[in-house]
T-cell receptor, first 113, second 114 residues
Framework: DAGVTQSPTHLIKTRGQQVTLRCSPK?????VSWYQQALGQGPQFIFQ???????QRGNFPDRFSGHQFPNYSSELNVNALLLGDSALYLC????????????FGPGTRLTVL | GDSVTQMEGPVTLSEEAFLTINCTYT??????LFWYVQYPGEGLQLLLK?????DKGSNKGFEATYRKETTSFHLEKGSVQVSDSAVYFC?????????????FGTGTRLTIIP
């Protein structure tokens, strides 16, 4: 049973560019959450998708947007990249049921130069 | 808003030593509490969780008790091993169920010396 997968593993962009990160949830999971983890910090919640809709959103600007596809996979898009967007971006999936937990992928390391 | 405060690191211990990593939280409702572990180059793995007051979560020799009166969820292990070296994150979810948004602490880096 494959766990949560993310692509790419690493990415280097320059300021002002746009980036798309991808996530495939664990089999049987229909909810996907995205987190940003800056170096030396804990992950910060960006948003969560369920049934192709954004269900919750953290304190991130509109430059951060997402999408969920009918097969439950998800994309995170960041426009007009800033140096401060350099971080590890983590995707987590979970089933939409009580008493369960979020399973995290290995992350995508984004470097903005 | 909700927040989690973790013991500052890094923490360095000898093998077989006793481990405590402190975690306190602030939440308006009745959060579920979690400890996640991050090994080098990997994503987060759930270590243990507790969903209500006085619950004790345990896994791989680690345990933590949900203390509502002190708003704490300290992580303990009686005898650590070199393989326990990792970064540990305390987290809470602001709904009863664990698949809601997670609020994390800043993490505690643990190094175990043989």
């Amino acid at each position: 049973d494959a766990g949560v997968t993310q692509s790419p593993t690493h990415l280097i962009k320059t300021r002002g560019q746009q980036v798309t990160l991808r996530c495939s949830p664990k089999s049987g999971h229909d909810t996907v959450s995205w987190y940003q983890q800056a170096l030396g910090q804990g992950p910060q919640f960006i948003f969560q998708y369920y049934e192709e809709e954004e269900r919750q959103r953290g304190n991130f600007p509109d430059r951060f947007s997402g999408h969920q596809f009918p097969n439950y996979s998800s994309e995170l898009n960041v426009n007009a990249l800033l140096l401060g967007d350099s971080a590890l971006y983590l995707c987590a999936s979970s089933p939409d049921s009580p008493d369960d937990t979020q399973y995290f992928g290995p992350g995508t390391r984004l470097t903005v130069l | 808003g909700d927040s989690v405060t973790q013991m500052e690191g890094p923490v360095t211990l000898s093998e077989e030593a006793f481990l405590t990593i402190n975690c306190t939280y602030t939440a308006t409702g009745y959060p579920s509490l979690f400890w996640y572990v991050q090994y080098p180059g990997e994503g987060l793995q759930l270590l243990l969780k507790a969903t209500k007051a006085d619950d004790k979560g345990s896994n791989k020799g680690f345990e933590a008790t949900y203390r509502k009166e002190t708003t704490s969820f300290h992580l303990e292990k009686g005898s650590v091993q070199v393989s326990d070296s990792a970064v540990y994150f305390c987290a809470l979810s602001d709904q009863y169920f664990g698949n809601e948004k997670l609020t994390f602490g800043t993490g505690t880096r643990l190094t175990i010396i043989p």
